[in-house]
């Protein structure tokens, strides 16, 4: 018998550990371990790195992880209640599962892992972006992780993805795609969950690029970028006012229509942007 099959299944666990899902954590959980395979294996080879999952909940995910070899699995859960069944995968797997019960907005997973770290996580839907957004926004780049295999709903996993010209397209996409390679690994029907949610979900994979893909100040082209969004069905021209100066040169200096929306334009020319900003701020 393999050491995954020796545990309960899911279902057991959650009726054993009274694991009803709360709402308010974003509980909805994976019970097939097929599916948990799957995505443990999206980030590819695990075996000589680590894993930071958060929110693993009765562990279904964290199952399909060290199941796929992953070298070791630091989880950081705020719910309480699933710390038992987490010890009991633990178990299993000496030294490989380290389980902590935090918020993940409030640790640090530097203090307690070393790179390659590969962050894999079904997560919460109500803290999700936000810990994507601080994943995309570090200090210094490249980032601590070597990847994130990330479930959202289907619709943020769209906007993260988003071309020019989608309705999709706005900050998230420019903010991931600037400095990572991101796609949708896989789609999953509400009814891949327990309970299941009110919308269809995506597994979005990105890796970090050694550089951005166009030089730009990330201040800058963040600060850019929130503006022209802000305002998305507005001409450049009049979304940037608050740029000050004469916004009509900026923009045709970076190679944009002042008449263009902000839905319409590339990476390379949001960058060429802040890069004309910054330039004009040390005139
Ligand atoms: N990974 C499990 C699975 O796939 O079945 C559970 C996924 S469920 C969508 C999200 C999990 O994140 C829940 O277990 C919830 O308690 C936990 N959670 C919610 N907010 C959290 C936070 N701020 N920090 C850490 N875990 C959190």
Same mark, same amino acid.
């Given at each position: 018998?393999?050491?995954? +099959? ?15 899902? =709360? ?12 599916? /948990? ?20 909940? &009765?562990?279904? *995910? ?21 710390? &038992?069944?987490? $010890? ?8 490989? *599962?380290?389980?902590?019960? @935090?918020? !993940? *907005?409030?640790? +640090? ?47 943020? $996993? ?8 989608? %309705?999709?397209?706005?900050?998230? $996409? ?10 949708? @690994? ?5 009814? #891949?969950? /327990?309970?299941?949610? =009110? ?8 890796? &970090? ?7 730009? +100040? &990330? ?6 970028? @929130? ?6 069905? =507005?001409? *450049?021209?009049? $979304?940037? %006012? ?14 944009? !229509?002042?008449?263009?929306? @902000? ?15 910054? #330039?004009?701020? %040390?005139?």
């Amino acid at each position: 018998m393999s050491s995954i +099959d020796s545990l309960p299944p899911l279902r057991e666990v959650i009726a054993t550990h009274e694991l009803a899902a =709360k709402k308010s954590l974003g509980q909805n959980f994976l019970l097939d371990l097929n599916l /948990t395979s799957r995505i443990a294996r999206i980030p590819g080879d695990l075996s000589n790195a680590s894993v930071l999952e958060v929110g693993p909940g &009765p562990g279904g *995910l964290t199952r399909g992880l060290l199941a796929e070899g992953a070298g070791k699995v630091l989880a950081i859960e705020k719910d309480s209640r699933c710390l &038992p069944a987490l $010890a009991e995968i633990a178990e299993i797997w000496p030294g490989r *599962l380290e389980v902590i019960r @935090a918020d !993940a *907005l409030k640790l +640090d997973p530097l203090a307690h892992l070393e790179p390659p770290i590969h962050v894999v996580a079904n997560l919460p839907y109500n803290v999700g972006t936000e810990l994507l957004v601080r994943w995309l926004t570090p200090e210094s780049w490249p980032p601590y992780w070597s990847s994130l295999t990330l479930m959202f709903q289907q619709e943020v $996993a769209e906007r993260i993805v988003a071309q020019p010209g989608d %309705k999709a397209y706005g900050r998230l $996409a420019v903010l991931a795609q600037w400095r990572c390679e991101a796609r949708i @690994a896989l789609r999953l029907p509400p009814e #891949a969950f /327990t309970p299941p949610p =009110k919308v269809h979900s995506a597994v979005v994979h990105l890796k &970090p690029r050694p550089e951005p893909i166009y030089p730009a +100040d &990330p201040e800058v082209l963040s600060r850019v970028v @929130a503006m022209a969004f802000n305002q998305r069905r =507005k001409m *450049l021209r009049s $979304a940037l %006012k608050g740029l000050g100066g004469d916004v009509e040169a900026l923009l045709e200096a970076a190679g944009i !229509a002042p008449t263009e929306r @902000a839905e319409r334009v590339s990476l390379e020319r949001f960058a060429a942007l802040a890069r004309e900003v910054t #330039a004009r701020g %040390k005139a």
